[in-house]
């Protein structure tokens, strides 16, 4: 397998996030909202003003109705999916991401190909959702992505992070590249980019790359704001988007190991 040209996908939650990733030389964005809540699906008119700017990367965005880790979703918010599917594609979505199961944590075959069909042929990545499911089906659902017509699966190799689960993605990657790309995601940093890549043997990688996952990162103070509201003081939390110092550190990075 060829190691040329490793790329970058940045999951965001803002247009300053977004212009970062670029910036940071990445691939592509995934599209959010809610990143603190795993992401969810983003806001039609942040996709808009996005493509109206001089932005240049594929732009994926995420099909999730509701925070939440179980991924079974009811006809209603299915409907909602599709719906906001169909509105993000009217304004310029390129690919989306999605991922259901059953209440069994098998893959919701069902509600995965109403998903599909309503594509309209723009690519579709499975999300991390697959990493909730029977690693020892691993190879039998990656077969059952693929004939649905999944282009790409995230995954964590039923880990919490990439890291931990890089042996699973390195068997995933060796038996499945030539027709699905399977991209390790979750916990990459700057300071452990390089060994993922290494032991999967990728062809894409995902990573939020804010402050916290460059190696030189120190959290900073959080600030205080008076609220007039019953509770009295309320602690703010400070947003803390994609760095694009960071991204850029991940793409030189992963440039040096494609030309290996």
Known sequence: MSRHDIKLEVCVDSLTSAFNAEAGGAARIELCSALSEGGLTPTVGTLKVLKELPFTLPVFCMLRPRRG?????????IQATLTDMD??????????????????RTIDVEKCRR????????????????????PNQMHD??????????????SSG????????????????AKHHRDITVM?????????????????????FHASATES?????????ATRMDCDVAMGKQDIDPYYGTNTNVVRKMVTIANSMGSR
Do not use: W
């Open 213 to 221: 996952a460059g190696e030189d990162y120190s959290m900073p103070h």
């Open 115 to 134: 998903i599909m069909q309503q594509s309209c042929g723009l690519p579709v990545t499975f999300h991390r959702a697959f990493d909730l499911t029977d």
């Open 69 to 77: 880790t179980d991924f079974v979703y009811t006809e209603e918010e």
């Open 184 to 204: 390790p995601g979750a916990g990459i940093k700057v300071c452990n980019v390089e060994e993922i890549l290494t032991n999967t043997r990728c062809m894409e």
């Open 158 to 173: 039923f880990r919490q992070t990439a890291a931990e689960g890089a042996d699973s993605l390195a068997q995933l990657i």
């Open 141 to 154: 659902n990656v077969e059952r992505l693929k004939e649905m017509g999944f282009k790409r699966l995230l």
């Open 87 to 104: 509105l993000l594609r009217q304004h310029g979505a390129d690919g989306f991401v999605f991922g259901a199961l059953t209440t069994e």
